[in-house]
């Protein structure tokens, strides 16, 4: 064994660690970074939603925890403001509450919102929860503004977003509901629109996340993640920091339907959809 260049090796390691330039205020540290359970593979493979908590799985078309849990726990750190577009069922604000960051989320499904206001009702966290329109620049900036205003906060720290995959899941019957879109460039300028509304909200050097799946119409893949992730590449000042593939599991599974979704695909000539993406980008403006 050659001793000098084993020394060398360790000693341009420990140098590596010890200059890293610290890019995310998250809490980590050369001293820290081991225990953490932050992942940062490009690939997720999430094998059992977690359940502890308030989280319960009831909404048809949530996420995981798991999802805001990284990404909160990789991109924030302790009482900043994590913005959420699209809530639903309060999986990003339930982690919020675990990792002691605030909140401000919005979505158009009251009955929903309800819901998870219940569940927080003895929360202490500060938080805030809007039945807003996210493509409504007016209304939305009205909101947010005091929202911000009331928390005595600037700005926000991260945006998480986890809109409807087009149509394929419906939320409610309100024509505000992008879920009623069924046609794709429609659906994208709301998308686009929704984040020109969001972004000017984020502060410099922050980060953003979008949660987004593939689906099927006519036939054929219709590639949603890949034009959602264009299309903010394209109309904000971003960098792509980061084209996660996590797993999709159970969902048909549990109906105990596994088989005759095979049967079908194999008779047929397509994939089943077992991915979906979770785009971040970094706010260069
Ligand atoms: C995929 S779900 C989000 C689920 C969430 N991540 C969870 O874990 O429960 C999308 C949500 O977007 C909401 N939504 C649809 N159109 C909206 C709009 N224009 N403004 C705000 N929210 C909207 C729907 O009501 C639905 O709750």
């Avoid at 000098?4 to 995310?24: D, G, H, P, Q, R």
């Avoid at 699209?86 to 909140?103: H, I, V, W």
């Amino acid at each position: 064994m050659n001793f000098e260049k084993t020394a060398i090796f360790y000693l341009s390691i420990k140098e590596n660690l010890y200059f890293c330039k610290i890019m995310v205020d998250n809490g980590i540290t050369k001293n820290n970074w081991k225990e953490t359970d932050i992942s940062v593979d490009s690939l997720w493979l999430i094998n059992e939603r977690d359940k502890t908590g308030k989280h319960a799985n009831v909404y048809h078309g949530n996420f995981v925890p798991q999802i805001p849990h990284q990404l909160i726990s990789r991109y924030t750190k302790e009482n900043d403001v994590v913005l959420e577009l699209f809530s639903g069922s309060g999986t990003t604000l339930f982690e919020c509450e675990e990792l002691n960051r605030q909140y401000i989320g919005f979505d158009i499904n009251q009955e929903i919102i309800d819901y998870v206001n219940n569940k927080m009702q003895n929360s202490q966290l500060p938080y805030k929860l809007n039945n807003c329109d996210v493509t409504n620049t007016s209304q939305f900036n009205k909101v947010i503004q005091n929202n911000l205003k009331e928390l005595e906060k600037p700005a926000v720290d991260f945006i998480i977003a986890h809109p409807p995959y087009l149509d394929i899941v419906k939320f409610t019957s309100q024509e505000s509901d992008l879920s009623n879109i069924s046609d794709v460039n429609i659906f994208i300028d709301n998308i686009v629109c929704s984040f020109r509304n969001a972004l000017q909200y984020l502060s410099k050097n922050k980060y953003l996340a979008v949660v987004m799946g593939d689906i099927y119409k006519n036939s054929e893949v219709i590639p949603l993640g890949f034009y959602v992730m264009y299309a903010i590449k394209k109309n904000f000042k971003v960098k792509l920091k980061g084209t996660i593939v996590k797993n999709i599991e159970g969902n048909r599974g549990k109906l105990g339907q596994q088989n005759i979704w095979k049967y079908r695909a194999l008779m047929s000539d397509y994939f089943l959809f077992k991915h979906e993406y979770i785009f971040v980008f970094k706010k260069e403006f």
